[in-house]
């Protein structure tokens, strides 16, 4: 997907409707974590996934989308991930080895 985007080519209706989904999949995760989750799981989950459903909104509504704000919403997006993936390694003590 950000590939097509990236050559600023139109993504096509299957490409949009592969994004919808995976969104809608995320949201309907979120739920039993929102009700259950210790407050730093929460937290972590939406530092995570809101970059990630914005860019996927972005993606799938409206015009063709500016690869800019692409890589914008892309990069808020990693920079969740990479976090909670710091953050799991620290909690599980993998800091220490050897390229952790």
């Known amino acids: 997907m950000i590939a ?3 050559r600023e080519a139109d993504l096509t209706d299957g490409n949009k409707a592969d994004v919808w ?9 979120l739920g039993p974590v929102n009700l259950f989750a210790p407050q730093r799981i929460k937290d972590m989950m ?9 860019l ?6 409206g015009p063709a ?16 991930v990479q976090g909670a993936a710091r953050r799991d ?12």
């Not at 989308?65 to 969740?80: I, K, N, T, Y």
């Open 4 to 6: 097509a985007v990236r």
């Open 21 to 29: 989904r995976a969104r809608e999949e995320l949201r309907l995760s």
């Open 46 to 54: 939406r530092d995570t996934m809101l970059p990630r459903s914005r």
């Open 56 to 61: 996927a909104m972005y993606l799938t509504t």
């Open 65 to 80: 989308p500016e690869w800019q704000r692409v890589r914008q919403l892309w990069d808020e997006s990693q920079a969740g």
């Open 89 to 100: 390694a620290r909690d599980l003590g993998l800091e220490a080895l050897p390229g952790g």
